[in-house]
């Protein structure tokens, strides 16, 4: 499986973005997807995920009320819907998938990974 993020780009404090992950190679509709991100010096942490069913969810307190994942099964794509951005939401975001029925919230939980997407909030 391979997992291909996009929509990240440079946008103005208070703004919005919307990423998209794209899965080729087979089909995630029973795996569990995520969102990581990671910020120049500072290890990967998560963000969001969901679960197959696209009914369970878990978030970040840093992100909670503002950021909200949802994937389209049909499509085999995973979204990443970010409002009310801050600076301190600057990273590379990651989205990745897992097999298992756990949304977990550290790396080693997840089997594929997209290449990452920039996504950078200015002041």
């Known amino acids: 499986v391979q997992l291909q993020a996009s929509g990240g780009g440079l946008v103005q404090a208070g703004g919005s973005l919307r990423l998209s992950c794209a899965a080729s190679?087979?089909?995630?509709?029973?795996?569990?997807m995520a969102w990581f991100r990671q910020a120049p010096g500072k290890e990967r942490e998560f963000v969001a995920g969901?679960?197959?069913?696209?009914?369970?969810?878990t978030y970040a307190d840093s992100v909670k009320g503002r950021f909200t994942i949802s994937r389209d099964n049909t499509e085999n794509t995973a979204y990443l819907q970010m409002n009310s951005l801050k600076p301190e939401d600057t990273a590379v975001y990651y989205c990745?998938?897992?097999?298992?029925?756990?949304?977990?919230?550290?790396?080693?939980?997840?089997?594929?990974w997209g290449q990452g997407t920039q996504v950078t909030v200015s002041s």
């Open positions: 969901i679960m197959g069913s696209g009914i369970t969810t």
């Open positions: 990745a998938a897992s097999g298992s029925l756990v949304i977990f919230t550290t790396p080693p939980g997840y089997q594929y």
């Open positions: 190679g087979g089909t995630l509709s029973a795996n569990t």
